[in-house]
């Protein structure tokens, strides 16, 4: 199963529960997440709607795609979180493309107000 390097791919900034993501229908290499962004792959629903259904950190069967996120999601115990695609996601994101604009645009402001702790 082949895995892409993360800094080298363009993505698709989406919303995630409500949080910005970046998205890829491609597997990511987890190795190549820098530090302070979150790795998820999502499963699409087995009626073959393509709707995606569930996040986890490793999709084996249904891979819809890979998420990133500059926050960590809560994961149940089981490690599988069920969302609606109707109201858990949503393809109208912001302008984000590359994992630098993302780290830019989501942890510039998050270095600064930690240094004022």
């Known amino acids: 199963m082949a ?6 791919e363009k993505f698709e900034e989406i919303t ?3 949080k910005p993501a970046l998205f ?3 597997r990511i290499d987890r190795n190549s997440i820098p ?5 998820y792959e999502v499963r699409y629903d087995d009626d073959g709607l393509g ?5 986890a ?3 084996m069967v249904n891979h819809f ?12 115990r089981d490690g599988y979180l069920d969302i609606d695609p109707e ?3 949503s393809f109208d994101g912001g302008d984000c493309r590359t994992i630098k604009e993302f780290q830019k645009k989501y942890l510039a402001g998050k270095k600064k107000s930690e240094r004022n702790r």
Do not use: C, E, F, N
């Open 3 to 8: 895995r892409y390097d993360a800094m080298a």
């Open 16 to 18: 995630v529960l409500g």
């Open 65 to 76: 795609g890979s998420i990133i996120t500059h926050k960590p999601l809560r994961l149940p």
């Open 35 to 39: 530090r302070g962004l979150y790795l």
């Open 24 to 26: 890829t229908s491609i």
């Open 51 to 55: 709707d995606p259904v569930q996040i």
């Open 87 to 89: 109201k858990d996601w």
């Open 57 to 59: 950190k490793g999709i």
